[in-house]
């Protein structure tokens, strides 16, 4: 265990079924679905035509429209939160020591959108010159986090984090690591992705990873469920800004909860499958229990990282089987990729947002779609419904292909 207490004060998230902190709340404890056909593009040729996309977002809210059209929609979605969890975290500016603030902020890929458009502009006219001087700054996955420390300021550690689906959950063990050390006082952590694009889809659908449920798309995402056959890309981005407990109560801040453990393993065994029973879910899991001080008897809740593949849920059961024992029947594992589809570099992000509202709300957002039962998926999966129960500690889990494991354990939080 590090030395210092880290805590969380700010939150911020954009994703398919609600942008803002409380509409995303409000979307995970009814259940909404945030699947739809894809408007994007045109999706005749392809495989699969449905998405979670993000709805009904104004960059202008948060971003002045000459620096909107330089910034790829993941930044766009980046800035938009970061700008959430600032008005959350509720810092005195004119106190606040900038140069003890910094920024991990990942991306699975980056500027997917821009990167296509322009290779498009080149390919059809062969002109170098038609490239945008802002093509690589729009482009590049650690530009989100360099936007945000810009905007604010923030001159602490500052960088970005790829690791596919673990991108956001190792930016906020990376944070939570550089507080614990008293590197920083404060942290802004997460990811963001806007990949749904041809090139997304087209690739996805070629790994056969994606769902092709066309006729069926809002029953597409089913985590847990025997007629699962793939997962639903999402878009957003989450955030979450870490302080250390000394730091947040010297300033007075609201405190939403404790990060106290992080567990990141590697599979070390296929670049996309994960180990088989989920052995490194296993080490990941023992490790964030372990860095917390705590016993698997203390985890109320686990926030899966249930993608709805047929490999991910199966392994994922039985990980949290091995690790949890005779408590894996007490404790509930749900799904919020059932709603919002699955955010590739922001999946950790806001599925950690998630694992903190239902701590704070006493809530278990459902698992939808879980009509079926895998029958080797036999844990209390939340079905269909929000569950209501008290959650002291809880997990959130994320893995990534290239076999990149992470678990993050947050705590009510006790003064």
Not at 216 to 245: C, H, Q, T
Request: with cysteine; glycine share 10%; hydrophobic share 40%.
């Amino acid at each position: 265990m590090g030395n210092k207490r880290v805590v969380v004060t700010g939150m911020g998230a954009v994703t398919p079924i609600g942008i803002g902190i409380e509409e995303y709340w409000d979307g995970l404890i009814h259940g909404k679905n945030g699947v739809g056909l894809i408007t994007k593009f045109d999706t005749t040729n392809f495989e699969t035509k449905f998405a979670a996309e993000v709805k009904d977002f104004n960059p202008e809210n948060y971003i002045d429209k000459k620096t909107v059209r330089r910034m790829d929609p993941f930044t766009q979605f980046s800035m938009a939160t970061a700008a959430m969890a600032m008005e959350q975290a509720a810092f005195n500016q004119d106190t606040l020591n900038k140069d003890r603030f910094g920024v991990i902020f990942g991306s699975g890929i980056g500027g997917m959108v821009t990167n296509q458009l322009q290779h498009w502009q080149y390919y059809e006219t062969k002109n170098p010159r038609l490239i945008s001087p802002f093509f690589v700054p729009m482009m590049i996955s650690d530009i989100a986090a360099g936007q945000i420390s810009i905007r604010y300021g923030l001159k602490g550690p500052n960088y970005a984090t790829t690791s596919a689906c673990a991108t956001s959950s190792h930016a906020i063990a990376d944070a939570f690591m550089i507080i614990q050390r008293g590197s920083a006082d404060a942290m802004m952590c997460g990811g963001s992705e806007a990949a749904i694009v041809e090139m997304s889809i087209g690739g996805f659908n070629a790994l056969k990873a994606l769902s092709t449920w066309n006729d069926r798309y809002l029953e597409a995402s089913r985590p847990f469920d025997k007629d699962r056959n793939g997962f639903v890309m999402g878009e957003g981005a989450g955030i979450l800004i870490l302080e250390s407990y000394e730091h947040a109560v010297s300033r007075g801040a609201n405190i939403l909860c404790e990060i106290s453990g992080i567990g990141l393993t590697g599979d070390a065994y296929h670049i996309t499958a994960p180990a088989p029973g989920g052995e490194g879910a296993v080490r990941s899991m023992k490790e964030a229990i372990r860095d917390a001080g705590l016993t698997a008897n203390d985890v109320d809740y686990i926030n899966a990282h249930g993608t709805s593949t047929p490999y991910n849920d199966v392994n994922e059961t039985k990980a949290i089987k091995t690790v949890f024992g005779d408590h894996a029947y007490k404790m509930i594992v749900s799904s919020t990729k059932s709603m919002t589809g699955h955010l590739l570099g922001a999946a950790g992000a806001i599925e950690a947002i998630a694992t903190i509202l239902a701590m704070k709300n006493g809530a278990v957002p459902p698992t939808i779609n879980l009509v079926n039962p895998d029958p080797e998926c036999d844990l209390n999966y939340s079905a269909l419904t929000a569950t209501k129960m008290e959650i002291n500690c809880a997990i959130s889990n994320t893995f990534g292909f290239g076999g990149h494991n992470a678990s993050l354990l947050f705590k009510k939080f006790e003064g």
